[in-house]
């Protein structure tokens, strides 16, 4: 045992306790050396062991060994001054007791001290400057050749390099010995050397703070074996878990983790939290509240689950994530709080927004691991990266202190992945309640990053709230991300409404109720009266069906309607109501409040440059209520048109190349211009064509013009409707809740109408009678009235269309006509009914079109005083681009007819103004 312990330094640091008033300590708090004499003479770590015994076993020990220990004879002596002519046994060398042992203990054993000597020696900034003050405490007095010779080695245990300190270090270091206040130096006179002491007050500062050190590494020691063993533990349990759990007679995990090595691009274990909780509660529970401890032992269990001989075959091993899905209780973005910070919460809501990447869908790289390299000595530094935090670069090389900076990163020995960054929004059911939405930024890591999400996607989000400080007015403020374990793509339909038994019941009994259509129609907006056309019309879009596709040809089924008139006429309140009541309905207004548009745009959130959905991306497969139509954004026009009818629209620009789905019914209210109706001047049909193109408003089934009432009865009926609302007597025969119940249900149980034998001969019919007075604009218009009469077919969860339906449509039809043309001339009405279907071009005349659109966009965007584009510039162009003058001359008049064009002045024609 002798043989193992440096009597001097551990003689020298016992003396420093006693001369510092200590009278005993626990064994632990000491040094190796004075823990080694303790236990040689019965003591155990946790025993407290008297310092005058050490002291007198040291004596006799140390004096058997070498017969001159040098005791100081007072504290005014000072710490440890040995007296020249009697050295110390190990005099000649540099560093301590530990010199014979490996580079761990060496840097074990002095470690404390230079923690203990960084709080006090305040001016120590480097490591080498406080092993300087080390060997002073050590040594006591030391003359500047000794300081020297005993620093320098120290650099192949202390130093990043691994290698003696160098001549330059070493002068810097004197440097600072000899300036700095806690050092006593002077110059032997006899041999011209410089002498260093440390301060008496120093030396005592240091082993008090000693102490404290060495109490701190012991609390911290057992807090990392037992967190060491905490995380055994868990690993242990996950593995049981993963290797053991059987459903239906299949080892569920280990069949899982099969697929996800063949397969290679998910890397996704999921895992049901309501499995985990039935096979260990304890551990679902702690999943919640510390889910970066779980997580990290769920995914080295994994690990050792791969190791298992059945796995072994499989030469890919790609990085398996454990993703935990079903949650017992799912909040929106709304309800995310600062108290969720460092927990596992699922959200669910709706992409409203994508933050911009490398790639068209917004993927980036992320880098997990930054590795810098030192230019001067090729040291790397690595720093973990936290994807909702700043970029982190270190100021300078831990080796050589060079200064460091982002250019000194090595992508290619840093560690990247995947990173995408979504905005997830209240869905459109939380809206109705709470008014504006509310969104938490979420940040998708590795396969979560690949995942097919766009906006307007319903998900459903497991993940862990960070907290992040953010400035705010200047001043900082506490803002969170929520960092996704999981994303389950939801299927945005009317499925997750619970319908009971007992509201099918009081369904079909609304149905056989004489009265049902009038108290459908007065329940919708009840407050509003005299617009029972206008409310059947849109009670009919809100039943509308969804589109299929079928042998390569899009089947539109939903059915647009536009309320098209005079202000103050309940329109707005109309379709407002509508969209409170219809299964993932959204409300907005043409010009959208938030700036993005009806359909996309690019935006900027939390300052993150995005592509931000509009209201019809939002309402996928729900209703989008748009009111103020005509206040549309230029922009939202060419995407509105393949949103009515395809469902989606590309979006290419800034960057980002992706499709957005747009599924849903458009219920819409326009003005026409001014206001009001000018109907001693213009048909409704041309107030119409003023303020919409032709292929624009040919997308709606149903478009109702809207007159200001003013007959005396109704007039009067409005008022009382007024009164009632205002003292609250309206009690419209079926509340709110119940309508989104019953339309939920009628589309839920007929997805589709079927249209018997003797109906289609009666449809057929009419639309033969159709084309004979309107021609090519026939099938148009017939389209329109087969969705109305399998939307009122729908409504009375008839699952065969009947001539009632089929004449309901007609009917509505019919009025609309009539009200466009201001009139009941049939030559008027089938004037307006033409102009309604425009022109009907094939696939090759349509990219033809197409190209000459682009021609005039073109040359508009050149023509500063927007006089048009002459008929000869367009023609060179379209010739070019293989259109012939013939050809050119026919489709310019074809779609001016169809209100895409127009002449400014003879021989010059732009795109029409709207």
């Known amino acids: 045992m002798s043989e193992d312990i440096n009597f001097d330094f551990a003689w020298k640091f016992l003396i420093g306790l006693i001369q510092n008033g200590k009278t005993e300590m626990k064994v632990s708090t000491l040094p190796n050396s004075l823990q080694k004499v303790a236990k040689s003479i019965g003591y155990e770590d946790d025993d407290t062991v008297p310092l005058l015994t050490l002291k007198e076993y040291l004596e006799k020990t140390w004096g058997h060994i070498s017969p001159n ?9 000072g710490w440890g001054q040995l007296e020249p002519e009697s050295p110390s046994p190990q005099e000649d060398s540099p560093v301590d007791e530990s010199l014979g042992d490996s580079d761990e203990s060496i840097i074990s054993e002095i470690t404390p001290y230079l923690e203990a000597i960084q709080r006090v020696v305040t001016d120590a900034d480097r490591t080498e400057k406080r092993l300087a003050i080390y060997l002073l405490l050590k040594n006591g007095e030391m003359y500047d050749p000794d300081l020297r010779k005993e620093l320098a080695p120290l650099g192949q245990y202390f130093s990043k390099n691994k290698e003696p300190y160098k001549v330059k270090t070493i002068k810097n270091v004197i440097s600072f010995v000899r300036n700095s ?6 110059k032997d006179p006899t041999t011209g050397m410089f002498v260093y002491r440390l301060k008496d007050e120093t030396v005592k500062a240091i082993l008090q703070e000693l102490q404290m050190v060495l109490q701190e590494r012991e609390v911290l020691q057992k807090q990392e074996e037992l967190k060491q063993a905490d995380e055994e533990k868990l690993v242990r349990a996950f593995f049981d878990f993963f290797m053991n759990y059987v459903e239906d007679g299949k080892h569920v995990f280990l069949d899982q983790l099969r697929n996800l090595l063949v397969l290679g691009e998910d890397r996704g274990l999921r895992v049901d939290w309501h499995v985990l909780d039935a096979v260990n509660p304890s551990l679902a529970e702690r999943l919640i509240n510390e889910p970066d401890v ?8 994994v690990l050792e689950v791969l190791n298992e001989p059945e796995f072994m075959l499989y030469e890919e091993r790609p990085r398996i994530h454990v993703r935990f899905v079903n949650l017992p209780k799912t909040i929106s973005p709304r309800a995310v709080r600062s108290e969720h910070i460092g927990r596992l919460v699922q959200a669910r809501g709706v992409v409203s927004a994508i933050a911009e990447g490398e790639k068209s869908n917004g993927v980036k790289g992320f880098i997990e691991k930054a590795v810098f390299v030192c230019p001067k000595c090729g040291y790397e530094v690595s720093l973990l990266q936290k994807p909702y935090e700043n970029f982190v670069v270190p100021k300078e090389c831990p080796a050589c202190g060079a200064r460091l900076s982002a250019d000194n990163l090595s992508v290619e020995k840093s560690t990247v992945i995947d990173m995408r960054e979504i905005f997830v929004q209240d869905p459109s059911d939380a809206l109705h309640a709470a008014g504006t939405a509310s969104y938490v930024r979420v940040i998708l890591l590795d396969d979560n990053a690949r995942m097919d999400v766009n906006p307007g996607d319903e ?5 862990v709230v960070r907290g992040i400080m953010r400035k705010k007015n200047g001043k900082p403020a506490l803002g969170w991300v929520l960092e996704a374990n999981s994303l389950t793509k939801l299927t945005k339909d009317i499925e997750d409404l619970e319908i009971t038994p007992e509201d099918v019941q009081k369904f079909q009994d609304m149905v056989k109720d004489p009265e049902f259509d009038s108290k459908l129609i007065r329940s919708l907006a009840p407050a509003i009266t005299g617009r029972e056309v206008e409310k059947k019309a849109v009670l009919l879009a809100l039943f509308s069906g969804e589109d299929y596709d079928i042998t390569g040809t899009h089947v539109r089924k939903r059915s647009h309607v536009l309320l098209f008139g005079d202000a103050s006429t309940g329109k707005s309140e109309i379709i407002r109501h509508a969209a409170q009541i219809a299964p993932g309905g959204v409300h907005s207004t043409g010009t959208h409040s938030s700036g993005v548009g009806l359909t996309a745009a690019i935006d900027s959130m939390d300052g993150v440059r995005v592509l931000r959905a509009g209201v019809l991306v939002l309402a996928d497969r729900g209703v989008a209520a748009l009111d103020e139509l005509d206040k549309m954004r230029e922009e939202d026009y060419d995407k509105m048109l393949d949103a009515l009818e395809q469902g989606w629209f590309p979006y290419n620009k ?6 957005l789905m747009a599924r849903a019914v458009v219920i819409a209210a326009a003005n026409p211009p001014g206001g009001e109706f000018d109907r001693h001047n213009y048909k409704p049909f041309d107030e119409l064509k003023r303020l919409f193109d032709q292929p ?6 149903l478009i109702i013009p809207t007159f200001r009432n003013t007959e005396d009865s109704v007039l009067e009926e409005i008022a009382d409707a007024v009164l009632d609302k205002h003292e609250g007597k309206i009690e419209p025969p079926y509340d709110s809740e119940l309508l989104t119940k019953f339309i939920a249900y009628a589309r839920r149980e007929i997805p589709r109408v079927v249209l018997p034998q003797a109906l289609r001969g009666v449809m057929k019919k009419y639309m033969v009678d159709l084309a004979k007075a309107i021609g090519s604009a026939a099938p148009r218009a017939m389209e329109a009235i087969i969705r109305l009469t399998e ?15 089929f004449l ?8 609309m006509i009539t009200r466009l043309a201001g009139s009941s001339d049939e030559e008027e009405k089938e004037e307006v009914m033409k102009g309604l279907a425009g022109v009907i071009w094939t696939e090759e005349k349509k990219r033809k079109v197409d190209k000459l659109w682009s021609i005039l966009k073109y040359y508009e965007a050149l023509d500063e005083r927007g006089e048009g584009v002459h008929i000869n510039d367009i023609i060179e162009e379209a010739e070019q681009q293989g259109i012939e003058r013939s050809e050119v001359l026919v489709l310019l008049e074809d779609m001016e007819r169809a209100n895409m064009v127009e002449q400014s002045k003879p021989g010059f024609y732009r795109l029409r103004r709207r």
């Not at 220990?69 to 002596?77: A, D, L, R, T, Y």
């Not at 779980?294 to 269990?301: D, F, G, L, R």
């Open 69 to 77: 220990p040098q005791v100081p004879k007072s504290p005014q002596e």
């Open 181 to 186: 206040p806690h050092v006593w130096s002077s």
């Open 294 to 301: 779980v997580i990290s032992a769920a995914e080295k269990a």
């Open 459 to 463: 998900v459903l989000i497991t993940g």
């Open 654 to 659: 800034a960057g980002f190349n992706t499709r």
């Open 696 to 701: 624009f408003y040919s997308r709606f089934d």
């Open 791 to 805: 939307a009122h077919a729908r409504m009375h969860l008839r699952k065969e269309a009947t001539l009632a339906d």
């Open 808 to 815: 309901a449509a007609k009917e509505l039809f019919d009025e």
